[in-house]
C-alpha cells in the first residue's frame, strides 16, 4: 500500500522567514496531494492541495510544487507568521474524495 | 461550506465498557465516510473506510470485531470501541467524502480516555 515520509518533524524560523516542508510516496498510482494544519486539539483544515497533472499551485503565502517522476512533493510557505505556527501534515491518495494516507507530521513553530 | 460533526467531543469510560462515536455530514449526503485515530504527537492513521449500505473496509491491523463501524443512512456513520481498554485512548476524527465538490471534510474529533 501507500506510504508517505514527511521531514522535517520539527522546523522553527524566525517570523518573516520561508518554511519548506517536503514528502514522499510510494504509489505511483496516487494523483492527489492535500497540506493539511492542525492545531492542537483540533481537527486538520485543508490549507492547499494539488494533483498529478500540475507541478506546482500557490495561494498568497502558500505554494505546493509536485515532482512526479521522483514522487515527492513540498509545502512553501513565505513570510511566515507566529499564526502559522502548528503542525503540517502531507497526504496522498489515489483521487480528491478516496481515503488519505498520511505523512508523519511537521511541527513548525514561528518565532516572533 | 460543508459541515462534519462528532458527537460526543470527549468521553471517559471505564475499561471493558463500549463507546459509540456519531459522525454526520450536515448539509450534505457522503456515501463514504473515513475514519482515523491519532494518539498525541502522531499522525492519523486510517482504520476504515465506511460506506454507505455496504460493509466497513478496515486497514491492515485494524480489529473489525473491536471497532464496529455502521453506515445506515447518507449522513451518519458511528463507530463503536467495543471492550475498551487503556491502550484505545486516542483522538477519533472521521471525515466525509463531499461528493460533487470531491474533497474530504474532517469532523471534530472525538477524545476518548478508558481508564
Known amino acids: 500500500g501507500e506510504n508517505v515520509e514527511q521531514h522535517p518533524s520539527t522546523l522553527s524560523v524566525q517570523e518573516g522567514d520561508s518554511a519548506v516542508i517536503k514528502c514522499t510516496y510510494s504509489?505511483?498510482?496516487?494523483?492527489?496531494f492535500p497540506w493539511y494544519k492542525q492545531e492542537l486539539g483540533k481537527r486538520p483544515q485543508l490549507i492547499i492541495d494539488?494533483?498529478?497533472?500540475?507541478g506546482e499551485k500557490k495561494d498568497q503565502r502558500i505554494a505546493v510544487t509536485l515532482n512526479k517522476t521522483a514522487k515527492h512533493f513540498s509545502l512553501h510557505i513565505t513570510e511566515t507568521q507566529p499564526e502559522d505556527s502548528a503542525v503540517y501534515f502531507c497526504?496522498?491518495?489515489?483521487?480528491?474524495?478516496?481515503?488519505?494516507?498520511f505523512g508523519q507530521g511537521t511541527e513548525l513553530s514561528v518565532k516572533p | 461550506g460543508a459541515v462534519v460533526s462528532q458527537h460526543p467531543s470527549r468521553v471517559i469510560c471505564k475499561s471493558g465498557t463500549s463507546v459509540k462515536i456519531e459522525c454526520r455530514s450536515l448539509?450534505?449526503?457522503?456515501?463514504?465516510m473515513f475514519w482515523y485515530r491519532q494518539f498525541p504527537k502522531q499522525s492519523l492513521m486510517l482504520m476504515a473506510t465506511?460506506?454507505?449500505?455496504?460493509?466497513?473496509?478496515?486497514e491492515q491491523g485494524v480489529e473489525k470485531d473491536k471497532f464496529l463501524i455502521n453506515h445506515a443512512s447518507l449522513t451518519l456513520s458511528t463507530l463503536t470501541v467495543t471492550s475498551a481498554h487503556p491502550e484505545d485512548s486516542s483522538f477519533y476524527i472521521c471525515?466525509?467524502?463531499?461528493?460533487?465538490?470531491?474533497?474530504?471534510?474532517f469532523g471534530p474529533g472525538t477524545r476518548l480516555t478508558v481508564l
Open positions: 448539509d450534505f449526503q457522503a456515501t463514504t
Open positions: 494539488i494533483r498529478s497533472n500540475v
Open positions: 497526504a496522498a491518495s489515489m483521487n480528491q474524495g478516496g481515503k488519505l494516507i
Open positions: 504509489d505511483s498510482a496516487s494523483n492527489y
Open positions: 465506511s460506506n454507505e449500505g455496504s460493509k466497513a473496509t478496515y
Open positions: 471525515s466525509a467524502d463531499g461528493g460533487a465538490t470531491d474533497t474530504q471534510y
